[in-house]
């Protein structure tokens, strides 16, 4: 049974740092292109950053480019999402999603397929 656990959320003051986990199994991380989401109550889901199953190629939206870090520990089966200089603006349930996709992905579409597989969720609170 593929499943995808989440962890790591919380409460942070504004400029604070946080590091999302998400704990697969059922498939190898290696394997699969992984994501992280966000979604605001009455708003699209974001794709947030999303990592290549050679971990060859990471995307990052605009809006966390130079604040937030994806990686990847293939021996733990886990991705992880290390999030600085959190703002007010951050604040919404995080997801880790994954996809099987064969052939090559352009890095700006990592987070573009339809995921198929996602944990329960995150939660991300950051205090002005």
């Known amino acids: 049974e593929v499943q995808l656990v989440e962890s790591g959320g919380g409460l942070v003051q504004a400029g604070g740092s946080l590091r999302l986990s998400c704990a697969a199994s059922?498939?190898?991380?290696?394997?699969?292109?992984i994501g992280w989401f966000r979604q605001a109550p009455g708003k699209e889901r974001e794709g947030v950053s999303c990592?290549?199953?050679?971990?060859?190629?990471?995307y990052y939206a605009d809006s966390v480019k130079g604040r937030f870090t994806m990686s990847r520990d293939n021996a733990k089966n886990t991705v992880y999402l290390q999030m600085n200089s959190l703002m007010t603006a951050d604040t919404t349930v995080f997801y880790c999603g994954a996809v099987y996709l064969v052939g090559w992905v352009p890095t700006r579409a990592l987070c573009r397929p339809h995921y198929n597989s996602w944990g329960q969720g995150t939660q991300v609170t950051v205090s002005s």
């Open positions: 990592i290549s199953s050679s971990a060859g190629s990471t």
């Open positions: 059922g498939f190898r991380v290696n394997e699969r292109v």
